[in-house]
């Protein structure tokens, strides 16, 4: 079995000699989670709402960076889009994981980071990071001061998604049954506790 995040749909595209076609090697079991992308930007950056920073990207065009996980990761992916709603040109920094981008941003290396919430929600919480806004449908439970993309007026949504899947030769029933049983456990009250705290929906 493999648990799998938007890479595994984003990839096929991105790589063309990937040598794996998911859509014909693998088969879905079931959607485990979905977090949502959060914009942060540094306490230095002299900007307060999502309004102000496309704001000030758009009068300083190349003059801002954002950092992701690297080419093809979900904050990269995610901010090229931010960038072909808005208008904007932010410039690339690729780092080592979510960790290293955080503490990049709140150093203001990069003025820019869309992230999950789980790498930046103690520096958010702490004032190390200023969270703009979040990418889901309802505030997060886990920063309620945050409005999404929509309150602020744009109509933008990304995130990870998290699944399960199988080789793509594995029997229908027992996809079935597979997929039974993570619902079962995905219903659990404590496990669903334990998602919603790292910031999944």
Same mark, same amino acid.
């Given at each position: 079995l493999l648990i799998a995040s938007v890479g595994l749909a984003a990839n096929p595209s991105l790589y063309p000699? *990937? =040598?794996l076609d998911p859509r014909k090697q693998l088969a879905p079991i079931s959607l485990l989670?979905? &977090?949502?992308t959060v914009l942060v930007v540094p306490p230095a950056l002299a900007v307060g709402s999502l309004h102000e920073f496309i704001a000030y990207a758009k009068a300083h065009p190349g003059a801002l960076n954002f950092g992701s996980y690297g080419a093809g990761s979900g904050p990269h992916l995610a901010t090229e889009l931010f960038m072909a709603m808005? =208008?904007?040109? *932010?410039?690339?920094? &690729?780092?080592g994981g979510g960790g290293p981008a955080a503490l990049a941003a709140m150093s203001n290396q990069v003025q820019s980071l869309f992230s999950s919430v789980l790498p930046v929600l103690g520096m958010v919480r702490d004032?190390? *990071?200023k969270a703009l806004a979040i990418a889901a449908e309802q505030r997060s439970p886990l920063l309620p001061a945050v409005p999404t993309f929509k309150e602020s007026g744009l109509d933008y949504k990304t995130g990870t998604w998290f699944g399960l899947l199988a080789p793509a030769a594995t029997p229908p029933d027992v996809v079935a049954t597979l997929n039974r049983a993570t619902v079962t456990v995905l219903r659990d009250a404590r496990a669903r506790e334990r998602l919603e705290a790292q910031g999944a929906e």
């Open positions: 000699k *990937l =040598g989670a979905n &977090a949502p808005t =208008g904007t040109r *932010l410039v690339h920094i &690729a780092y004032g190390s *990071l």
